[in-house]
Nanobody, 123 residues
Framework: VQLQASGGGLVQAGESLRLSCAASGRTFSSSVMGWFRQAPGKEREFVAAIRWSDGSTDYADSVKGRFTISRDNAKNTVYLQMNSLKPEDTAVYYC?????????????????WGQGTQVTVSS
């Protein structure tokens, strides 16, 4: 599975961005897609996940109510709509694919990773 993330950029606090993650290759092997982020000097952390089959979702508490993950099965693409962005959302955002058929947060359960896209939120 190959993953291509896009949509990052520089925005002001309170604004919105939408990230996209296009999957190609053996996409049938992935059950769940996740978004993670890594800020400078910090560990990579879970943001959100969605299951291809039924669209069920999971969110980190820090983004719940502000971010929305969705998928377009026909396009093999997952989106992360980010609203009410805060400076603490600044990070490189990565999409990832897991073959585990459960909404998982553990990084090691995701076998495939995209290249990351930078999101910078200014105050």
């Amino acid at each position: 599975v190959q993953l291509q993330a896009s949509g990052g950029g520089l925005v002001q606090a309170g604004e919105s961005l939408r990230l996209s993650c296009a999957a190609s290759g053996r996409t049938f092997s992935s059950s769940v897609m996740g978004w993670f982020r890594q800020a400078p000097g910090k560990e990579r952390e879970f943001v959100a996940a969605i299951r291809w089959s039924d669209g069920s979702t999971d969110y980190a508490d820090s983004v719940k109510g502000r971010f929305t993950i969705s998928r377009d099965n026909a396009k093999n693409t997952v989106y992360l709509q980010m609203n009410s962005l805060k400076p603490e959302d600044t990070a490189v955002y990565y999409c990832a694919a897991s073959s585990v058929p459960l909404l998982v947060r553990r990084i090691t359960l995701y076998e495939h990773w995209g290249q990351g896209t930078q999101v910078t939120v200014s105050s």
